[in-house]
Each structure stands twice: as C-alpha cells, then as structure tokens.
C-alpha cells in the first residue's frame, strides 16, 4: 500500500490535491499508515517533523465525498503544517496549550473554508522522541489504541469533533509509551465495516480491533497497519465497499 495520494486516477480537469504524506524518519520509534479503497470519501492522514524532538501527525475524517472535499483537504493539510510548525517549535512550549490551539486553529479554518458547518473527526496527536511521550487530542475521532505491557487501552474522545462550532475546545491529555507500546489509529469506515450477516447489521466493531491489536505480533508500524486491515477484509470478503478504511500506527521501538 502506498501513501496518501499516489497512484490517484487523474481527475478529467486539474483539482488541487493535498501534498503526498512522507513520514518523517523518528529516532527510538516508526510511524506509517496504510489506506485501502477508492478514496471516495474524506480520510486523511499527515505527518511532519515540527522540532528536532517532536513529530506531529493525525488522522481525520472531513465530511462528504472527496470530489466535493479536495479543496477543504488542502487547506487543513495547510494548516495543520504551517501552524503545527509554528507552535510546536520552541523548545520550552507547552504541549497541551500547542495541541489546543492547533486543534482550534484548523476548526477555525475547515469552517470558514467550508463558508458553514463541516464535521471532521480528527485524532491529532504530537510524539516526544527524547521522553517517549505522546500529546493528543481526540476530537469526535475512533477512539485511538494504545498496547504496551499492561494491555490495550481506549484514548476516547476530549471533545467534540472539528468543524462543528467556530470557538469549540478539545482537552489535550499526556500518555507515555512505553519501549514496545503501539498506537493504533483507524477510520470509521474500518470500525463499522459490515457484514452481509444478519442483513448487513453487524459491524466489525472496535472490540475486534482491541482484539486484534492485543494478540498481534510485535513489528512493523506497516505490516500492523496491513494486517489490520486484511483482518477486517476477511471478516465478509463479500461486503461492498461503502466507505474509505485507513489505519495508521506509531511503535516505540527503543
């Protein structure tokens, strides 16, 4: 699986498209993400280095189909980098206060951009490779996973998601990682994948991705993210698919 935008059949006339994530290279730990489906509708994902210890990346849901959403994709891929960049920056900032001002800055711009209301689940998260701490938010997101020693925890949601009210605020709690700890990052589309069961009322659900995520082998930040979604494949092979399915994961390796 490749990253965000590559491969994309082009449009008939030019749309402006969100710049190919590259993930940065992280000292003591990996990141990846991997995406299956036709990229109808509005999963995105992103990551840039925004100080010589800190990573910023996230996983966000922008409502609508994406012929109708290239535009407002672009510009909160712009400011989750420029403002990211900005307030992540300086050596002695605080995480949490950076976190919640960058989480209202894009709120801010998915709504004037949209010109109105524009529901965006987003999970937005800032790793610190020197204390192997992670600075998140959860804003109306899948709740994020986090495996290392004791089990597999739920990072639920700490506010409401972006785009909705133009000064609403999302809190922005602290997790160490331990060496070995994986987050695991997932779109709607994979936790309420159905099946043809039951006349399509069964959903994958995310106590199998809990599950899933607790017995999994320890490896790649990539072939969790493969893995995971070849598990929810294989649950009704035969399901069609109605909506993106993206995975992303960060592994403390030293």
Known sequence: MRSLFQNRVPDPAP???PVPTVFPTIEGAEIAAVFVGRRVAGDFYDSIRVSPERVL????DVA???EDNRAILTAAQEIFRTAGAQLFSTPDMNESNAMIELCLRVN????DFAHGVRSCPAFIAC?????GTL?????????GLLRDS??????QSTGLPLGLFSHATCDAPTVAMEKGAALLLVSRG????????NHGSEEFGLERIKKFLELAPTGTAQNLCASVLKAVAEFDPESPLRDDRTALALIRTA
């Open 108 to 111: 801010r711009g998915l709504i």
């Open 64 to 66: 609508g189909r994406r």
């Open 57 to 60: 990346f996230g996983l966000l």
């Open 135 to 143: 600075c998140y938010t959860n804003a109306g997101h899948t709740p």
């Open 190 to 197: 994979v936790v309420e994948y159905g099946s043809r069961s």
């Open 150 to 155: 004791t089990g597999v925890v739920e990072l």
């Open 15 to 17: 749309a402006v498209e």
């Open 127 to 131: 790793y610190h490779e020197k204390f």
